[in-house]
């Protein structure tokens, strides 16, 4: 019972998710969100009370997978602008792979939807922990002016994510690179320039934190995901799924 | 008549970006953006025939301040990436200035909102066009990905348009110059990488070309538009604006 609950609540979610993204939260109908995801509008009202709390329950979910992309800034790393140049891509590859992490973000630009859930200010937060970390190591460049770096690196990201959104998803992914090959020479200190990879490296890309993280939740990792089928890619555990609204 | 007519669809268009870009397209309600232009809806349906009509008029002014902002790609130029950068910075102006060109962009992200027009895919082919030209006249650096520079730079700008919509608008504007401080170092080719201003040059922020095109408009360069009234803003045509509906 308590299993179906939850699974209820997950596709409900993730049934949201899929219609925020095509028509934004105002175009996305409780009718339809019910219908996609095969359960009565009581059922909905059980689960959630109404769409506002269901989008609610959608965007803190994408909060949610977008934490576990990143993980906590580290006390020490052995190298943090590799570590920023991993997570941007792993971010970008899950962004093309998960739909739920799309309508997080679609909300962010949604000028219908006001909440005080910021995924793009989890993302500036932490792109500055990891800039910062990055200065007390004396792995950044001495002229770099933090604030403005923090900007450009956020910006990229979100930029890339509402731009490729529509039209061909897995240029979001490929176009990491060429920014971090831009941008890595002035950022980087030069004892470590030549030594990061802006492609990611391979190391991080495959089994270093924050991926391993998802393997506790006995989901498949980032990378992975192009192969994966849909009903395997919400590898988080929705906070939504483990109890029934009140 | 013909004025009365012309600064009636003015008001509607400004009033529906204003609606669009506080509650996107599906939440901008006729009623609303009636009231706000101090109009009847008769005169909405007079001019635009429905609200979808309207939105496709807020799209294309703003597709038309773009193409303002920008100009055309010239075949030649005395400094090509200067011209980039000075551009950009217009742009982020403009964008913090103009409730118009905000809208438009916001239409841009709206899931809600389908339309052929799109204001990304013209600043990107522009980019591409003065970065094609820079590298024609020797003055892009050797080993540059273009495709990823294009991407990057596009990026830049929609995701500074898109994360600081709301909350300290001015910060676009900032954001622009560590970005270009950030790129410009590989971006430049050798023989100019010293003369190329990150902060605008001075010169191309006055009145070189495409700003002196504001001039032709009988309106105000985008430089000055923080002392410019509401009112003054919109120095672009609209073409809406020069006919009554059909």
């Known amino acids: 019972m308590q299993d179906r609950a939850a ?18 939260f105002a175009g996305a109908s409780v009718g339809q969100i019910c219908a996609l995801a095969g359960v009565s509008r009581g059922a909905l009202h059980f689960h959630f009370g109404n769409k506002q ?5 959608v965007e803190s979910t994408a909060a ?8 906590q800034v580290p006390e020490r790393h052995p190298a943090p602008l590799q570590f920023l ?22 909300l962010a630009h949604d000028a219908a939807w006001h909440s005080d859930v910021s995924l793009w200010q989890h ?15 004396g792995s950044l460049a001495r002229d770099v002016d ?11 990201m979100a930029g890339l994510e509402g731009l490729e959104r529509d039209p061909a998803r897995d240029r979001i992914a490929r176009s990491v690179t060429p920014f971090w090959r831009l941008v890595l020479p002035q950022l980087a200190a030069e004892a470590v320039r030549g030594r990061i990879e802006a492609a990611g490296s391979s190391a991080a890309m ?38 029934s609204a009140s």
Not at 123 to 137: E, K, N, S
């Open 146 to 156: 933090l604030d403005g770096a923090v900007s450009a690196i956020t910006a990229l």
């Open 64 to 71: 949610e997978i977008l934490l576990c992309v990143t993980g």
């Open 7 to 24: 699974r209820t609540r997950r596709d409900l979610i993730r049934s949201a998710a899929e219609l925020i993204e095509q028509g934004g």
């Open 53 to 57: 709390a269901l989008g609610e329950a």
């Open 206 to 243: 495959a089994d270093e934190p924050p991926l391993e993280r998802w393997r506790l939740d006995d989901g498949a990792a980032p990378h992975e995901c192009a192969a994966m089928s849909d009903a395997e890619l919400c590898c988080v555990p929705y906070r939504e799924m483990s109890g």
């Open 123 to 137: 993302w500036r937060q932490w792109v500055r922990g990891l800039l910062d970390l990055a200065r007390r190591q």
């Open 85 to 106: 140049v991993d997570t941007s891509h792993t971010l970008a590859q899950r962004v093309v792979c998960d739909p739920v992490l799309r309508a997080g973000f679609t």
